[in-house]
């Protein structure tokens, strides 16, 4: 690159020397001396004059030196990209398989708490039935002593019945065994 700039600079002399530049495809540069790096012995910036030099460089340099930039690092680039793309979709078929496990637990999960829905639902249906058979045994003892109640209440009518037939067979008794005057005939 220094190469070219000195065929730059030898170039503008003699150009400069004759006429200004024209603009035939050639690109023209500056540097300023803010440009520059500044040397031991330069003065400082500010108190330093500036010195525009036009550097006049020519198309097909320009276009050669693109080139042999692109060169040099399109190859790491396009290797880069590649291995850029390749990351991404390692990483869409990681997350696709994280997604897969996550859907495993969240399954396996709700398994469990099936798994704990039918215990409950066996201790549950277990007591449903245990009460059951305590209702049908309570029914049952009900419905014998309805009978039983019922029995006894015919019994107790039987024996008011009974009672009152005795007291009346007494009463009449008592009446037979009561004096009569005798009748005259």
Do not use: W
Request: glycine content about 2%.
């Amino acid at each position: 690159m220094a190469n070219f700039a000195t065929e730059g600079r030898a170039d503008e002399s003699s150009s400069s020397q004759r006429d200004p530049p024209q603009n035939t495809g050639s690109y023209e540069f500056s540097l300023t001396p803010q440009d520059s790096r500044p040397t031991e012995d330069s003065q400082p910036a500010e108190k330093s004059v500036p010195i525009e030099e036009p550097i006049v460089v020519d198309r097909k340099a320009i276009e050669k030196l693109t080139e042999g930039l692109l060169s040099h690092y399109l190859p790491d680039l396009y290797s880069s990209k590649q291995a850029l793309l390749e990351l991404n979709q390692n990483q869409v078929i990681l997350l696709d398989t994280l997604d897969q496990e996550v859907t495993k637990f969240r399954e396996c999960n709700s398994l469990l708490d099936l798994n704990s829905l039918f215990t409950e639902a066996k201790f549950y249906h277990g007591k449903l039935v245990n009460i059951r058979k305590d209702m049908i045994m309570l029914h049952e003892k009900t419905t014998k002593l309805k009978k039983r109640a019922l029995k006894l209440q015919q019994q107790r009518q039987k024996e008011v019945m009974e009672k009152e037939q005795q007291r009346e067979k007494e009463l009449e008794r008592e009446r037979q065994l009561i004096a009569k005057p005798a009748q005259r005939t």
